[in-house]
């Protein structure tokens, strides 16, 4: 399977060497497209498909959460973040952008096109399918849409990979920590309280049909008909 990766970065050696391992790594199965600016990034990642984005967070023209949320109104192509930053504060937020994994500098690069291979191969499979309905909501995972109650919903990112988890596990108890470690990945370094604020989100986004969304309390949440 082809994979075609997009690299916002702006030093030249860290390009240089991301893309020289993926392309060895991948052969003629992974193409990099790579920028070193925010801006001609961001217009490469609206203007195109990609199968992924490595966005670094430092860039000379605007900041690689700028970027994101730019791309965030219109695609929802997986992103990983590539930064020194490592505060707390910097990581959550990364994540309430919608970035798909935050990976800090200095890092192995053998271990980021395992990251990156990953995320795109469950990306790919994580919406096919047509249409499921749970009670008043219809979830279209071929078209990435949502309706409730007949009323066409538009879901960020996050909010929608949750909705999916959920419904996938209608009836069930769903612990925040397996939320956390299938929507933000294993290596998300922050807490639980993410997985509420998505949820409270997504509840309010839903509307009248947020109700089928239910606490369990001391445990997770579970949706019903």
Known sequence: MKYNILLIEDDTQICEIISDAFTDRGGSDITM?????GAAGTNAALDNDYDLILLDVMLPD??????????????????????????????????????????????SVAALYSKAIALIQRDKHSFKGHTTTCGNIVLNRKTLSVT???????????????????????GWVVDRET?????????????????????????KLLKK?????KTVISQGYKITD
């Open 33 to 37: 497209t790579t920028f070193h600016k």
């Open 62 to 107: 605007m900041d690689g959460f700028s970027v994101i949320r730019r791309i965030r109104k219109c695609k929802d192509v997986p992103v990983i973040f590539l930064t020194a930053r490592t505060a707390e504060s910097d990581i959550l937020y990364g994540y309430d952008l919608g970035c798909d994994d935050y990976v800090t500098k200095p890092f």
């Open 148 to 170: 409730a109650s007949g009323e066409e919903i538009l879901l960020p990112p996050i909010e929608f990979r949750l909705l999916v988890y959920l419904i996938d596990h209608k």
């Open 179 to 203: 939320l956390l470690d299938r929507i933000w990945g294993p290596d998300f370094l922050g807490g639980t309280r993410v997985v509420d604020n998505h949820v409270k989100n997504l509840r």
């Open 209 to 213: 049909d947020g109700f089928q969304i």
